[in-house]
């Protein structure tokens, strides 16, 4: 590399090797997800005899090879692109100081890479300035070309590294796997590091990783909803099976102290109690208990297991779940990353997974009425259930709830952005329910809340008293509505509760309008408003679609 070779440099060819290479690595990639994803249920079709093994082997063996030769093709796309913009940096540099030494009426030679002053120059006193300022010339200009011969030194080190060799070819040999600190160390960086970050691994990692780590992948925000979804349908199955497990292990245990205490024998069972009978009723009253909590559960995840093997309706993901506790669940009627418009819904007090089926349904509801408001656009409707809420109305009361959930709405909203697959960006709308639009009032104090519209419906507050207080948010684009004879129009208004009522026009959102609702039974009306007919639900569909 020379001053001369540089300043030669054409860099649009540089652009155009860099183009080629990376849609060479995306079109590997792409081919290397749809064989993965092609030969994953491969060992459940043909699952033994030698033709089985030897045909998994291959498959094996497929995989590895074109996911690991993704890697190598984008480094070389990655080194010719820094190459191009890195020379182009250089040679403007190169020409600054030539362009300072030539208006200080210096000479420039390019060929011996020499920088001279005229003979006046060194007259009258001059010549130990002269001589400073054309060596400091001359030693950026050389710390310039030596720069660019690193630079065309480490290019050039790149491409013969991860350019295939006629023996072995590329994509041969192994890459390291994905370990558990690898997933928990994205854990602190934005939506945005991490899809950034597992788009450069090569599909084999990531399929390690979902099937190694489901519970890290599966709630990571960043990460394709399709990667979270096969993550989570393995926790489904897991979790579904050892809750049922215990289940059983729950009866069997109830069914032996039931039988010991009708025999009298019940002091077998606690042969060091002082006093069996007394340790036997308090034994069966928390299994009794435990019972309650864990066939509740089994029943929301047998309700999302239906949907998602309901080929009758829209394809389903579950983005999210947990069983501990409460339980949580994120399922979405639709991709969101490819939807022209996502709907992401948040229920309110008294939300666990033993109801997670209402949830859905309504997600249904609103993802088939969007498609009536708009058929040419995709829709996808999300039930967000991946927060603690208020177990009763009177827990209601408390902000902490919202509190939490808050911030993590606002990253899952995020997470939403960055994985969306498009030109363009999806039209965003988060609507919550009841105690459901307190949280989104929290997640939307947050500056530069991801969504173009938020929607408060039947909402006890949103701990604000203007919809302008809601900062990451312009005001604009908050609507609510609530029905005549709903009873949440009994929460005490202003700061003594959550705030003002959303929908009272003082608090400043666009009020639409639902149906007045059941006079004699306000508690039904409460959760009326995606009913049969209900004015709300195609007003809803209105402002999902960017009609209203």
Known sequence: MTLRALLATEIR?????????????????????????????FPYAWPSGAGSAAAAETASDLRAEVSNTYNPAKRIHDALEQHAYGMQALQQQAEQIMGSARQAGYTVDTEAMTITAPASAYSAGNLAHTAQETGTLLNDLRAVVERARALDDSTANAIQV??????????????????????????????VEVQAWWESLTPQQQEQAILEFPDLVGRMDGIPVSDRDVANRSILARDSGNLKQRLTDIDDRTRYLNTLLD???????????????????????QLGDERTQVAGKVRGLDAIAARLAN???????????????????????????????VLTYVPGTGEDLSKVRGGIQRADIMASDAAAADPKATTASIYWFDYDAPDAIPNAAASHYAEDGGPTLDRFQDGLRATHDGADPSRNTVLGHSYGSTVIGHATMA?????????????????????????????????????????????PDLDIAHGNDPSDLDFGARVFASDPGNPD????????????????RKNISYIVTGKL
């Open 13 to 41: 060819p540089w652009h155009t090797a860099a183009d080629q290479w990376h849609w060479l690595a995306q079109r590997i990639d792409d081919a290397a997800e749809q064989l993965i994803r092609g030969v994953r249920d």
């Open 162 to 191: 991860n350019t295939p060799s006629p023996a072995s070819g590329f994509g041969t040999s192994e890459l390291a796997g994905i370990s558990r600190a690898d997933l928990e160390a994205q854990a602190g960086r934005s939506p």
């Open 263 to 285: 025999q009298h024998r019940i002091y077998e069972a606690y042969p060091t109690a002082g006093n069996p009978l007394g340790a036997a009723l308090a034994e069966l009253q």
């Open 311 to 341: 080929s009758e309706l829209p394809q389903a993901y579950l983005i999210g779940l947990s069983s501990a506790d409460d339980g949580r669940a994120i399922v979405s009627v639709g991709d969101p990353d490819t939807a022209d418009n």
């Open 447 to 491: 500056k530069d809340f991801a969504a173009d519209a938020v929607v408060f419906v039947g909402s006890p507050g949103v701990d604000v008293n203007h919809a302008s207080d809601l900062s990451g948010i312009d005001a604009g684009k908050v609507y609510a509505t609530r029905a005549q004879y709903d009873m949440i129009r009994m929460v």
């Open 521 to 536: 039974n306000e508690g039904a009306t409460h959760s009326a408003y995606w009913e049969q007919n209900n004015i709300a």
